[in-house]
């Protein structure tokens, strides 16, 4: 080990800066939200792309086949508007509700959060981008189910760009409320029974027509958020549509997906520091 004088160091090399007594370290910036939420939507994107073609592929068939199941169960245009609405809307909430209830939950059990927990990123940038990466995979199946549906069906292909606001509001209420499940559950499986649960309930209450529902079930209904998205797109098959009563059922669902995502990002904070 040599030693250099100091007298042959440069003169911003004698000497390091120290740090007052009691003096506090400046941080750096605090990541702000948008660029935080595309970074994580980016790699949720890389990651699940792999499994994108087996996802499609599971939620467009099983929408399908309801679509096709239900073909000899209505026998009016009335009620083949909320079959071809209720499994296109299917779609969405298979992944929203079923997918990202299973991902959040196994995240939670195998230490993953623990792994964001030291990203600099806000919570609310971790449950936005991965359940914006999950939703983006229902695009394609969901028009392709509102496609066939509608040509199963007789019904117009017109309004067929109504999904376009359907899919990110009623996805934003049921992602929301998929991320909570996966992250409130104290156990996996529990969060995939309570995705599973989930599922079943947009499956019956959003594909069968609601006047053959009896009342409690309908109440049920109401509550469900999917039900404004399958309820704003079911109305737009008609000669003259209500465009406003169509906006209202879309102001649901993105009112209620605020709220669920909130409630997904205290979840989440919830479980982080656990």
Known sequence: MSVVPA??????????PATAPGAVAELGPRARLWPSLVAVYRAQLSRARVARIPLLFVATFQSVGI?????????????????????SVLVVAYVA???????????RASGGL????????????????????????TVPGT????????????????NLWVLLAVIPLAGAALSGLGAAC?????????????????????????????????EAVRLARDLLPS??????????????PDWAVVLVDLGVCAGVGVVSLAVATWAYRRAAVR
């Not at 990123?121 to 995979?137: E, K, M, N, Q, T």
């Not at 995705?195 to 079943?200: I, N």
């Not at 039900?227 to 003259?240: I, L, S």
């Open 7 to 16: 007298e042959v160091l440069p003169d911003g090399a004698r000497t390091v």
């Open 67 to 87: 679509a096709v199941m239900m073909r000899g169960v209505v026998d009016s245009t009335s009620e083949a508007q909320y079959v071809v609405a209720g499994s």
């Open 97 to 107: 509700l079923n997918l990202l209830s299973q991902y959040f939950g196994q995240l």
């Open 114 to 137: 623990d792994h964001y927990a030291t990203l600099p990123v806000p919570p609310a940038a971790v449950v936005l981008g991965a359940a914006g990466a999950y939703a983006s995979f």
């Open 143 to 158: 028009l392709v189910t509102g496609v066939f549906g509608c040509v199963l069906f007789g019904l117009p292909l017109s």
């Open 182 to 214: 996966g992250l409130l559950a104290p156990r996996p499986e529990l969060a995939t029974l309570l995705g599973q649960l989930g599922m079943s309930a947009a499956l019956l209450l959003g594909v069968l027509p609601a006047d053959r529902m009896p």
């Open 227 to 240: 039900t404004y998205g399958v309820e704003a797109y079911a109305r737009t098959f008609g000669a003259h």
